[in-house]
């Protein structure tokens, strides 16, 4: 399976969670978008960056060993998206101010109603928002299927973040994170899309830790990632608190997220 499945290991170093907090929070982040370096490790961002948080292949793996239980309280609903944020690194008034209840209140209401989920459509519709926004030189067009086929893709790997093909869609936290890797990789790339079509099942893939990869080559178009990664970066340094607005509004539209206000 490897020769034919192998994800290098950018695939895992996403921007950090500026989007999380540009979807959820409406606190201005003008100040903290406006920094030398917005890298994906934690070592190399401001304090402010740290805040914001990260995703890479540490976290990945810490959020699909939480323990896999239903919410069916507010109280577990919290206790997962901390659980979450701490192995992303999100952290301080970011998260306790905002993010936290937010959260917690959109996963406790799709647990409880599978309607509530970020339906494939929607979450490719925020990513071919954001291409635009971004002004990305060559936007790419995703569609609610490739969505679908990105997600049984990492399922395959982390069972416990992403969810299956019979799922109706995604779950919040989770639609946040795989909206930021879609961005990172400049949509879904087509080993993801190839592996999907084998239909494997949630967390069949196993990572072999020896390896300096992290799993899945998915072909990535270098070209096309890089271009979103600078082009993101650039909007939000570049980011006034109206047009900081207007994004989480319309993005809070388009996945059916709580406002940030």
Known sequence: MESQFRVSARWTYALPLLLVVVILCGRSLVAQTSGP?????????????????YVNLRSLQGIDSIPHT????????????????L????????????LLPLLAKAELAAAQDPSKLV?????????????????VPHPQ??????????RIARSAIYAHVFSP?????SRPVEAVISLQQLVFDGGVLEGAKRYAQKD???????????????????????MIAREYQTASMTYFRGLTAQGLQSLIDSIARIMALPAGR
């Open 87 to 98: 192995f992303c690194g999100v952290q301080g008034p970011i998260l306790t101010g905002e």
């Open 70 to 85: 239903s919410i069916t309280t507010p109280e577990e609903a919290e206790e997962y998206v901390k659980q979450v944020a």
């Open 37 to 53: 370096d917005t890298g994906s490790t934690k070592g190399d961002a401001s304090p402010m960056a740290n805040e914001q948080g």
């Open 119 to 135: 339906s494939d459509d929607r979450l490719a519709e925020a990513f071919n928002f954001l291409s635009t926004e971004f002004r």
């Open 165 to 169: 093909r019979t799922a109706s869609g």
């Open 141 to 150: 067009h995703v569609t609610g299927t490739d969505v679908l086929q990105f």
């Open 200 to 222: 494997p099942q949630p967390g069949s893939f196993k990572i072999d830790p020896s390896r300096s990869r992290a799993g899945i080559n998915a072909n990535p178009n270098l």
